[in-house]
């Protein structure tokens, strides 16, 4: 069974707080939470807590390895992570789906055509907010050519490159 990378970090921090509400009197920490959850809340721990029981043991193990890296990152670094995946989980499933996509033709990359869109990336950054908006424009429009409105667009720019020289 392969889980989504998203799924795993969703268990990691559910553990995660679980491990910390725990951590000075596991057994009276627990009553006490137990207590003050509504019932719903009660439900949904239980829906949790029954995935991570069907789990694997190697996702388990996975999933406590993950914990453990995340507990040694510096805090600016956890901040940082649960900021991102709290949006992840505020976006719409299309626009999820759109970044696993991503994500997964990213990991397929290269290492020197990842190294490159880095570069790119950092490049874009240093742009003017007027800079980026005209590059994301002229993008937009560089998407909707056909391919043989792409071949003469660039067959252009090699000549004006060429006309330079």
Known sequence: MKMTNSLLLFFAFMILSITEVHATDPSQSAKDEWMSMTTEEKSVFRNRYKNWKSMPEATKQEIRQNIAKFKNLPPDEQVRITQNYSHFQ???????KQLRN???RWKRLPLERKNQLR???IQFQ???PEQKKSLITHYQKWKKMSPDEKKKHKDTIRQIRRNRK
């Open 90 to 96: 505020s976006l719409g499933p299309e626009q999820k």
């Open 126 to 128: 240093k742009l003017n």
């Open 102 to 104: 991503n994500f997964s």
């Open 119 to 121: 570069k790119k990336f």
